[in-house]
């Protein structure tokens, strides 16, 4: 049978020297969703990238004295050499400054342009160039920037618009009949009630104020607005307008559009216009998650709080980063972040729970047996109840994941974890141990133990993937069945600790 088809993507960065812990936010969750369909069978197509182009880019490069691409070229290894610090498995990584991408997006201004759905007019209006976007003066606050809370400034040209307000009614009732094309819920409520239904304005999409952008085809004075660019790369990188679309047939319309809470409009306003107006069907999700902060505020280098992720990775590994991000902030809503509680968090339920329990079931198993491990027919009163959790267990991530709550889909794998280690204390093996009427008692709890740990090594895979390869390596045991089988063979390695016991810092 064909696997059936996923197509996830983060959005693509803005190149930049200093990625923070917050940037990875996105991604670290992508990844795990995108490894987690893999397990399930589907075929996965997981997409990131760099959005390369604008005015913030090009005085940039002008301050450090290089041309804009070389500018990129340079730090766009960044977040190449940070995905791959991190574990991200992404299936393509897109470059706006890509050939294909460039033209491809100068044949979709040039079509939108022929069918009347861009036209040239005049922009007078409030830019905000670290955002890169335009406001009118009702949506600015205290006559600020209402995303960063900076200086907008007006500017005045000719410009071409794309007509948002055309699509208008068709996006109210698109939104309306597919409740989840936007999600969380307040997000959805968010864009009705605050953006669309006000009214839209016709966007502008074309700068003739600054060079660094993909030109305009017919017009080449103007360049392309920055996200009409950028949000082309989810098509573009499957071959639309090329020669060759066969990606785009198979993985179009993309699953799912994780994004950060602060880009949902450009996600679920110009995005789903733009595709309407190219006819393609649109994007099944788009999922705004919130904010890693620090003290209620954003992360930034010149907030001081800022330290590179690979830091943490290099203190605590990676693991350890993946596991904090991923279980700390419930899915949706912002989450503080702190050195000291990713070293609390490591502490407890990596090194304790599940460290511990691995550790402890091993030596075990060296000290009374050493020697292939089986079930027996021997019970104890405890088994049933952990046989029960470990059988449940992967439909239970299966409920969490569908509906995104990544984090309660890893506390539900510790729970499990929780509920062996507490099985070890209930059946105390070390007093089986001793009498010599119950080895095989013994034997049927260290089989149910390694039981757990298999089941749980094989659920942890999309959230720590080191960590469920070095647990199959110990257990030395590779069925990937996700429920309790009765007949496996443990002859298991010797234990060494997954993670190591951290100091508590003094001073964060
Ligand atoms: N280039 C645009 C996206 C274009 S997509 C067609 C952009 N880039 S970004 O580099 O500023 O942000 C990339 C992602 O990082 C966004 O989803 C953003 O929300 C996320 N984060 C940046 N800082 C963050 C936190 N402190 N916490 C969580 N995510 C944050 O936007």
Redesign the pocket.
Same mark, same amino acid.
């Given at each position: 049978m064909e696997k059936e088809k996923y197509y996830i993507? @983060?959005?693509?960065?803005?190149p930049?020297s200093d990625? #923070?812990?917050? !940037?990875?936010?996105? @991604?670290i969750i992508a990844d795990a969703i995108a490894r987690y369909k893999r397990l399930k069978g589907y075929d996965v197509f997981f997409q990131t990238g @760099?959005?390369e182009h604008g005015q913030k880019i090009e005085n940039k490069a002008h301050e450090a004295g290089v041309t804009p691409k070389e500018y990129v070229d340079k730090i766009v290894g960044n977040a190449q050499d940070l995905w791959k610090s991190l574990n991200i498995s992404y299936d393509k990584f897109i470059r706006t400054t890509d050939d294909y991408h460039e033209r491809a997006v100068q044949k979709i201004f040039t079509k939108l342009y022929e069918q009347g759905d861009i036209y040239k007019g005049e922009y007078k209006g409030l830019y905000c160039t670290p955002c890169?976007s335009f406001w009118t003066e009702s949506q600015l606050v205290d006559g600020k920037c209402p995303d960063c809370g900076r200086e907008v400034h007006e500017v005045k040209e000719e410009a071409y618009f794309l007509k948002l307000s055309k699509y208008q009614d068709r996006l109210v009732e698109y939104i309306e009949a597919h409740p989840e094309f936007i999600q969380p819920e307040s997000r959805k409520n968010e864009m009705i009630n605050n953006f669309i239904k006000p009214g839209l304005e016709d966007l502008c999409v074309s700068r003739t104020s600054f060079k660094w952008g993909i030109p305009v085809e017919f017009d080449p004075k103007h360049v392309v607005y $920055? +996200?009409i660019d950028?949000?082309?790369?989810?098509i573009t990188s499957l071959g639309y307008m090329s020669d060759d679309d066969h990606l785009l047939q198979r993985y179009w319309p993309a699953d799912l #559009?994780? $994004?950060?809470?602060?880009?949902v409009r450009? #996600?679920t306003i110009i +995005?789903p216009i733009m595709l309407m107006a190219l006819n393609l069907p649109l994007p099944k999700q788009v999922f705004g !998650?919130?904010?890693? $902060?620090?003290d209620g505020g954003?992360?930034s280098k010149s907030l001081g709080n800022y330290k590179d992720p690979r830091e943490y990775i290099k203190d605590y590994g990676v693991d350890a980063v993946r596991y904090y991000v991923l279980r700390e902030v419930p899915f949706g809503s912002?989450?503080t972040?702190s050195e000291n509680a990713l070293i609390t968090r490591t502490n407890a339920d990596l090194a304790n729970v599940l460290g511990n329990l691995v550790n402890r079931t091993l030596a075990m198993v060296k000290k009374y047996f050493d020697r292939p491990i089986k079930l027996t027919d021997q019970k104890t009163e405890f088994d049933a109840n952990l046989i029960q959790s470990i059988d449940e267990l992967d439909a239970i991530i299966a409920e969490k994941m569908a509906i995104l709550h990544v984090s309660e889909a890893l506390e539900s794998i510790f729970d499990v974890l929780r509920k062996s280690n507490k099985y070890i204390d209930d059946a105390t093996p070390w007093i089986l141990a001793k009498d010599e009427s119950r080895q095989g008692e013994l034997e049927t709890v260290l089989y149910n133990l390694l039981e757990a740990i298999r089941v749980c090594g094989i659920a942890l895979r999309p959230f720590l993937p080191t960590t469920s390869e070095k647990i199959q390596e110990q257990i030395n045991n590779d069925h990937e069945e996700p429920e309790y089988l009765k007949d496996n063979v443990y002859a298991v390695n010797s234990p060494y600790p997954l993670f190591q016991r951290i100091e508590v810092k003094d001073n964060n």
């Open positions: 993507t @983060t959005p693509i960065y803005y930049s990625f #923070h812990i917050g !940037h990875c936010y996105t @991604t @760099t959005d890169e $920055v +996200w950028a949000l082309s790369n989810y #559009h994780l $994004v950060g809470k602060e880009i450009f #996600h +995005w !998650h919130g904010w890693l $902060v620090i954003k992360i912002d989450g972040f």
